[in-house]
């Protein structure tokens, strides 16, 4: 299987603030975002393998900034590594006062997804070549990231988790 170039799964997805997307101080609801971030890192993986895909970690989002009724949402989604089955995706997001002309930084995550077969199975995927250094530097850390996402979720025992641990332990 080929690899495939990490800009070549490039998703911006902008959405408009409603208000039925915001909570009672006229901001943009967490929940909302979230959905929209889903959508927006499901087509990036989906662009990457070519196949369905399912949502299988979210990592720590932090709402840095508040979106406020009326903005813009503009979601940068990029796969940044692959692995066997699974692909990490990275987001960027930024609200934007129209009238003002005024862009900011909301928030940043890391979602994980898996390709599936037409059995709904796990499905093995191109490997991912970066190109950038952004995204070299976001692809050396996919690994140590993963093995965190594996060790909170269970899967992984901490002393089994080579790349974490050679941050912690000078052999």
Same mark, same amino acid.
């Given at each position: 299987?080929?690899? !495939?170039?990490?800009?070549? %799964?490039?998703? /911006?997805?902008?959405?408009?603030?409603?208000?039925?997307? &915001?909570?009672? =101080?006229?901001?943009?609801?967490?929940?909302?975002?979230?959905?929209?971030?889903?959508?927006?890192?499901?087509?990036?993986?989906?662009?990457?393998?070519?196949a369905?895909?399912?949502?299988?970690?979210?990592?720590?989002?932090?709402?840095?900034?508040?979106?406020?009724?009326?903005?813009?949402?503009?979601?940068?989604?990029?796969?940044? !590594?692959?692995?066997?089955? %699974?692909?990490? /995706?990275?987001?960027?997001?930024?609200?934007?006062?129209? &009238?003002?002309? =005024?862009?900011?930084?909301?928030?940043?995550?890391?979602?994980?997804?898996?390709?599936?077969?037409?059995?709904?199975?796990?499905?093995?995927?191109?490997?991912?070549?970066?190109?950038?250094?952004?995204e070299?530097?976001?692809?050396?850390?996919?690994?140590?990231?993963?093995?965190?996402?594996l060790?909170?979720?269970?899967?992984?025992?901490?002393?089994?988790?080579?790349?974490?641990?050679?941050?912690?332990?000078?052999?």
């Amino acid at each position: 299987m080929e690899e !495939r170039k990490a800009s070549g %799964s490039l998703t /911006i997805m902008t959405e408009i603030v409603l208000p039925n997307d &915001t909570n009672v =101080f006229g901001n943009l609801m967490g929940g909302r975002l979230m959905y929209w971030m889903d959508i927006a890192a499901a087509l990036a993986a989906q662009k990457h393998c070519n196949a369905p895909v399912v949502t299988a970690s979210v990592d720590n989002i932090s709402f840095e900034n508040p979106i406020k009724l009326g903005n813009a949402v503009h979601i940068e989604a990029k796969v940044t !590594r692959a692995f066997n089955t %699974s692909m990490e /995706i990275h987001l960027k997001v930024w609200g934007e006062d129209l &009238t003002q002309q =005024f862009k900011y930084k909301s928030n940043e995550a890391y979602y994980t997804f898996v390709a599936l077969d037409p059995h709904r199975k796990p499905k093995v995927v191109p490997q991912l070549f970066p190109e950038t250094e952004e995204e070299k530097k976001l692809f050396d850390g996919a690994l140590r990231r993963r093995q965190l996402r594996l060790i909170l979720g269970g899967k992984l025992k901490p002393k089994d988790a080579t790349e974490l641990k050679a941050l912690f332990v000078k052999d």
